[in-house]
T-cell receptor
């Protein structure tokens, strides 16, 4: 079974700082990768996803993530964070083929951005 | 409505009681998931319904947990003889092209 590791559990930044949240998965086959965000008091929502093609994926609100197959990684980045980016961020993976479409989620990273 | 809805939003119950949590998925979505989110933990998969196929129950933590999906739409997650460790936020999601999450039900077992 696949697993997902998010090594940064808590990140605190000042506005305008750059952000990189780590995500590593453990599955040797072809995968689909996701980042979800949960703003305080709101639903989980999809930030961006990778299925195939260009490994650098652009998402909403200026976020991007890069799939590096050799490192089994899908790190989330943003060049300049804002106070409104304060939220919980979850990385998830599914297998591209075979088996049922059940995402495996990481434990999440809590991001706090100070104004 | 346009999104996934869940009820109740909050549920406080006494240890040993049964609870039912409801999920209304987005109309037309054939896939429905239940997850559990505990403080400081990720999303723990519980059960997955896909169309008329037999549900994938591999994530249910014990036989006190069960779920059904009637008519391919509304789903109910039932927890029997609740324990304090069942306290968590229970999330439902439905999927068309992508997965959409509901607001969750916060369950507190006293």
């Amino acid at each position: 079974a696949q697993s997902v590791s998010q090594h940064n559990h808590h990140v605190i930044l000042s506005e305008a700082a750059s952000l990189e949240l780590g995500c590593n998965y453990s599955y040797g086959g072809t995968v689909n990768l996701f980042w979800y965000v949960q703003y305080p008091g709101q639903h989980l929502q999809l930030l961006l996803k990778y299925f195939s093609g260009d490994p650098l994926v652009k998402g909403i609100k200026g976020f991007e993530a890069e799939f590096i197959k050799s490192k089994f990684s899908f790190n989330l980045r943003k060049p300049s964070v804002q106070w409104s980016d304060t939220a919980e961020y979850f990385c998830a993976v599914t297998r591209s083929s075979g088996g049922s479409y059940i995402p495996t989620f990481g434990r999440g990273t809590s991001l706090i951005v100070h104004p | 409505g346009a999104g996934v809805s869940q009820s109740p939003s909050n549920k406080v119950t006494e240890k040993g009681k049964d609870v039912e949590l409801r999920c209304d998925p987005i109309s037309g979505h054939t896939a429905l998931y239940w997850y559990r989110q505990s403080l400081g933990q990720g999303l723990e998969f519980l059960i997955y319904f896909q169309g008329n196929s037999a549900p994938d129950k591999s994530g249910l933590p014990s036989d006190r947990f069960s779920a059904e999906r009637t008519g391919g739409s509304v789903s109910t997650l039932t927890i029997q003889r609740t324990q304090q460790e069942d306290s968590a936020v229970y999330l439902c999601a439905s999927r068309g092209l992508e997965q959409f999450f509901g607001p969750g039900t916060r369950l507190t077992v006293l």
